[in-house]
């Protein structure tokens, strides 16, 4: 148990579907992170939010959106996504981010494959 | 622009076998830098947080350095077990901001 709960583990969709990611932290954290994590290249951050505020947005096409109505929960809504999105995405939380020396702890994420 | 790389991408070693991972990062402006470990198909998990000031982090086996001014650290594994074997990656942040910049891993095979 990593303290972050994502669902689904798996997900598959067509390029028409609309789904959304869930990510649940339960270690009181303030700052919640989208990275996505595709073969043979680094994690990529997507999105970070910060007391329920975004405060990173990484040149993300539209088709991703987040929402973090709290500082416990994370989502991201997909639409329209292409094939080139099938990836591991990964939530993760840490405490202030980089200014605190906080670790981050990521969930287990959630394998996505666009058909 | 911040670049992270490990080498090597991959490594088997023999069990009992004391090994190093090395991670380069190009800006040595760093806040922190932070060793994970990836199992299949599974998330990260944060192994050693090095903050810029400090010289090295212990765990256990494990044995993380930090030389912020050569841009390196390297990560130590005493007497290597299989159940050892994983992906590991390291990251960097700068001061303000909550972007971590990521290597591409090393991932470690270790033979019983």
């Known amino acids: 148990e990593t303290g972050v709960t994502q669902t689904p583990r798996h997900l598959v969709m067509g390029m028409t579907n609309k789904k959304s990611l869930k990510c649940e932290q339960h270690?009181?954290?303030?700052?919640m992170y989208w990275y996505k994590q595709s073969a043979k290249k680094p994690l990529e951050l997507m999105f970070v939010?910060?007391?329920?505020?975004?405060?990173e947005n990484n040149s993300v096409p539209s088709r991703f959106s987040p929402e973090c109505p709290n500082s416990s929960h994370l989502f991201l809504h997909l639409h329209t996504l292409q094939p080139e999105d099938s990836a591991l995405y990964l939530c993760?939380?840490?405490?202030?981010?980089?200014?605190?020396?906080?670790?981050?702890?990521f969930g287990n994420g959630t394998r996505l494959t666009v058909t | 622009k911040q670049e992270v790389t490990q080498i090597p991408a991959a490594l088997s070693v023999p069990e009992g076998e004391n090994l190093v991972l090395n991670c380069s990062f190009t800006?040595?402006?760093?806040?922190?830098l932070q060793w994970f470990r990836q199992d299949p198909g599974k998330g990260l998990t944060s192994l050693l947080l090095?903050?810029?000031?400090?010289r090295e982090q212990t765990s256990g086996r494990l044995n993380a350095s930090l030389d912020k001014s050569s841009g390196r650290s390297t990560l130590y594994i005493a007497a290597s077990q299989p159940g050892d074997s994983a992906t590991y990656l390291c990251?960097?942040?700068?001061?303000?901001?909550?972007?971590?910049?990521f290597g591409t891993g090393t991932r470690l095979k270790v033979l019983a």
């Open positions: 800006d040595s402006a760093i806040y922190n």
């Open positions: 990251a960097v942040t700068a001061s303000g901001t909550y972007k971590y910049i």
């Open positions: 993760a939380s840490s405490q202030g981010g980089g200014r605190y020396n906080s670790p981050l702890h």
């Open positions: 270690l009181g954290h303030n700052a």
């Open positions: 090095i903050q810029s000031s400090q």
């Open positions: 939010y910060s007391l329920e505020e975004r405060v």
